[in-house]
């Protein structure tokens, strides 16, 4: 595919999705979701509670980005989308975010957040962390308007388990970005040149989701794309408010 392509040309070069068989065995719930478990990355150790996301290879793909800054957080307004253990944030605060948000449905990721925050950031940052439990953007007050956001969704399009966890964390499916984008253009909550950094898969309806922002006026990029051993590509997407060509 042109990887150059963007708008209406790149949604029509995205590939369909996988079959369902092959999604949900890809997709398996690991067995310890309920337990407490550990993760070690970048020189820390996080303890994670019951329920909290384990953070895989695609989350590791933005949190690389931010890190390395790729993702430009430092001096910027940063929202980070389903935060779960809160990975993404702590980079965000140790390299000089001028405002973190870090927000999730699940009140004890943010929970979680907040500690390790405190823990390897702390006071030693300038960035003003702002921790919400919410649907989506719901608690973000009105007038806030952000520069970087990211998001990896649980948008796997096959119900791979009827546990609410495992429905939070990995199948939520298209109609939650949908209204992620509904969000964002309704409040206007995306600052001038803003970027929205979207990590998804050909296990989710990806033409769909991309489909959606352009109906909405968010101009979708391929920033990077991933092709795996099995027949599943990852696509992080930067998107700019715009409409498309
Ligand atoms: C795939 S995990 C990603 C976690 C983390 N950002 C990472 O990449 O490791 C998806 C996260 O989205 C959160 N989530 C699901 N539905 C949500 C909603 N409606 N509003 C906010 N967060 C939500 C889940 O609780 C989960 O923490």
């Given at each position: 595919?042109?990887?150059?392509?963007?708008?209406?040309?790149?949604?029509?070069?995205?590939?369909?999705?996988?079959?369902?068989?092959?999604?949900?065995?890809?997709?398996?719930?690991?067995?310890?979701?309920?337990?407490?478990?550990?993760?070690?990355?970048?020189?820390?150790?996080?303890?994670?509670?019951?329920?909290?996301?384990?953070?895989?290879?695609?989350?590791?793909?933005?949190h690389?980005?931010?890190?390395?800054?790729?993702?430009a957080?430092?001096?910027?307004?940063?929202?980070?989308?389903?935060i779960?253990?809160?990975?993404?944030?702590?980079?965000?605060?140790?390299?000089?975010?001028?405002?973190?948000?870090?927000?999730?449905?699940?009140?004890?990721?943010?929970?979680?957040?907040?500690?390790?925050?405190?823990?390897?950031?702390?006071?030693?940052?300038?960035?003003?962390?702002?921790?919400?439990?919410?649907?989506l953007?719901?608690?973000?007050?009105?007038g806030?308007?952000?520069?970087?956001?990211?998001?990896?969704?649980?948008?796997?399009?096959?119900?791979?388990?009827?546990?609410?966890?495992?429905?939070?964390?990995?199948?939520?499916?298209?109609?939650?970005?949908?209204?992620?984008?509904?969000?964002?253009?309704?409040?206007?909550?995306?600052?001038?040149?803003?970027?929205?950094?979207?990590?998804?898969?050909?296990?989710?309806?990806?033409?769909?989701?991309?489909?959606?922002?352009?109906?909405?006026?968010?101009?979708?990029?391929?920033?990077?794309?991933?092709?795996?051993?099995?027949?599943?590509?990852?696509?992080?997407?930067?998107?700019?408010r715009?409409?498309?060509?």
């Amino acid at each position: 595919m042109d990887r150059t392509a963007t708008g209406w040309a790149l949604h029509d070069e995205l590939p369909g999705p996988l079959p369902a068989d092959e999604i949900i065995a890809l997709n398996q719930p690991k067995a310890d979701l309920h337990t407490h478990r550990r993760y070690e990355w970048n020189g820390w150790t996080f303890e994670l509670p019951p329920g909290v996301f384990m953070p895989g290879a695609t989350s590791r793909m933005i949190h690389e980005r931010v890190l390395d800054g790729t993702i430009a957080v430092a001096g910027r307004r940063y929202a980070a989308m389903g935060i779960g253990l809160g990975v993404e944030a702590i980079i965000a605060g140790s390299l000089g975010a001028k405002e973190v948000y870090a927000i999730d449905v699940h009140p004890e990721s943010v929970r979680t957040t907040q500690r390790y925050y405190d823990e390897l950031v702390g006071p030693r940052s300038s960035a003003a962390f702002v921790p919400v439990i919410g649907d989506l953007f719901d608690g973000i007050p009105d007038g806030v308007r952000l520069d970087v956001i990211t998001f990896n969704p649980p948008a796997v399009s096959q119900a791979v388990s009827e546990d609410p966890d495992v429905v939070r964390n990995v199948c939520a499916g298209a109609p939650l970005v949908a209204r992620f984008f509904d969000q964002l253009a309704d409040r206007e909550l995306l600052a001038p040149g803003g970027e929205i950094f979207l990590i998804v898969s050909n296990t989710a309806d990806l033409r769909g989701i991309i489909r959606h922002a352009l109906e909405r006026d968010f101009l979708p990029e391929i920033h990077y794309r991933h092709e795996w051993h099995d027949d599943v590509r990852t696509y992080l997407f930067r998107l700019q408010r715009g409409p498309a060509e």
